[in-house]
């Protein structure tokens, strides 16, 4: 049986780091990590916000998975810094998913609960993001294009 090939973007970071362990411990998984410093076995070294860069770590690996927990999470520092959180949370999602669909990978894309404003009690899989900072902003905007693509998934 061929091994499943799959990509983690963000693999240095605290879910993706969790992601890596369980996965590589699949043996139906071949595990690869991609993180800004590349630190790890397994582990590519690039910024999600570089397509050529990462288009060859996609041309390396030929992903049948790609989950992206990558992401600028400090919600004080994107209202801080918007041009780096847009680079991060939504142009490197982007561009990973540009190259997931031109790999025909399947797309896992990691959003977050600052979607949402908070003044409900419950929220649904069908609820109506309502993002009140930037950073939620951003993964809305992510979520959008990323459910575009039939061969995707958005945890929130």
Same mark, same amino acid.
């Given at each position: 049986m061929l091994k499943k090939r799959i990509l983690i973007c963000g693999a240095s970071g605290q879910l993706g780091l969790a992601l890596m362990n369980v996965f590589s411990k699949n043996k139906v998984f071949d595990t690869y990590g991609l993180s800004? +410093?590349?630190?790890?076995?397994?582990?590519?070294?690039?910024?999600?916000? +570089?397509?050529? &860069?990462? &288009?060859?770590?996609?041309?390396?690996? +030929?992903p049948d998975i790609v989950i992206n927990s990558a992401a600028y999470t400090n919600a004080d520092l994107c209202e801080k810094n918007k041009e780096l959180a847009y680079k991060i949370n939504y142009l490197g999602n982007k561009n990973v998913l540009e190259l997931s669909k031109k790999y025909n990978s399947h797309f896992v894309f990691i959003s977050s609960y600052y979607v949402f404003d908070g003044t409900k009690r419950f929220y649904s899989e069908d609820s109506e993001p309502t993002p009140i900072n930037y950073y939620g902003?951003?993964?809305?905007?992510?979520?959008?294009?990323?459910?575009?693509?039939e061969k995707s998934l958005i945890i929130r």
């Open positions: 800004r +410093n590349g630190i790890g076995m397994g582990h590519f070294q690039c910024d999600i916000s +570089n397509f050529n &860069k990462l &288009k060859e770590v996609f041309r390396k690996i +030929n902003i951003t993964k809305a905007m992510s979520e959008i294009i990323t459910g575009m693509y």
